[in-house]
T-cell receptor
Framework: GDSVTQTEGLVTLTKGLPVMLNCTYQTTYSPFLFWYVQHLNEAPKLLLKSSTDNKRTEHQGFYATLHKSSSSFHLQKSSVQLSDSALYFCALKEGGRALIFGTGTTVSVSP | DPKIIQKPKYLVAVTGSEKILICEQYLGHNAMYWYRQSAKKPLEFMFSYSYQKLMDNQTASSRFQPQSSKKNHLDLQITALKPDDSATYFC???????????????FGSGTRLTVL
């Protein structure tokens, strides 16, 4: 069935370093991918969403590129900040169905 | 002002009891959803409704029953509560569009349910 895989459960890094969170998906439909971010004790909110194949989308310093050839939509940032500490979810929308979320990756940024 | 109102914010229940989680959205969206978040299964999709009709149901247990009295309301009734039902329940909404990529899911602040 359709699914989203996030391989890292926890990523710890120091402020100013780059980060990449992996997201791969499996679907029989044309894929639409999203990244949601959830800060502690808050609701998830949209960070960015995919565009056309091989086109990069950016928001708030984060960026991701949908690669249909490898079924991936990895999230990246060139220089993380303390405020980026949060839980990040990759999500897949296929057809008319609801968003399906991956298991999430916790990012912990230290000074 | 919050556009998706969930009540109550915190809820403690005893095993075997019944509770109703309230959700109202004021974003003018035509679709509403329930998601559950626990340590075991982060952000698990449960139900989706559009114009008060069930669109999708991924919850195996009939103990979970959504109720929609108005287009912008989607409550969740849970019967015969079990400790495993302890989780944060998020209500969400979106505007279903001809272009799925345009849809953004907006979440309420959640109801944290603890079953003793």
């Amino acid at each position: 069935g359709d699914s989203v895989t996030q391989t890292e459960g926890l990523v710890t890094l120091t402020k100013g370093l780059p980060v990449m969170l992996n997201c791969t998906y499996q679907t029989t439909y044309s894929p639409f991918l999203f990244w949601y971010v959830q800060h502690l004790n808050e609701a998830p909110k949209l960070l960015l969403k995919s565009s056309t194949d091989n086109k990069r989308t950016e928001h708030q310093g984060f960026y991701a590129t949908l690669h249909k050839s490898s079924s991936s939509f990895h999230l990246q940032k060139s220089s993380v900040q303390l405020s980026d500490s949060a839980l990040y979810f990759c999500a897949l929308k296929e057809g008319g169905r609801a968003l399906i979320f991956g298991t999430g990756t916790t990012v912990s940024v230290s000074p | 002002d919050p556009k998706i109102i969930q009540k109550p914010k915190y809820l403690v229940a005893v095993t075997g009891s019944e509770k109703i989680l309230i959700c109202e959205q004021y974003l003018g969206h035509n679709a509403m959803y329930w998601y559950r978040q626990s340590a075991k299964k982060p952000l698990e999709f449960m139900f989706s409704y559009s114009y008060q009709k069930l669109m999708d149901n991924q919850t195996a247990s009939s103990r979970f029953q959504p109720q929609s009295s108005k287009k912008n309301h989607l409550d969740l009734q849970i019967t015969a509560l079990k400790p495993d039902d302890s989780a944060t329940y998020f209500c969400a909404s979106s505007q279903i569009d001809w272009a799925p990529s345009a849809e953004t899911l907006y979440f309420g602040s959640g109801t944290r349910l603890t079953v003793l």
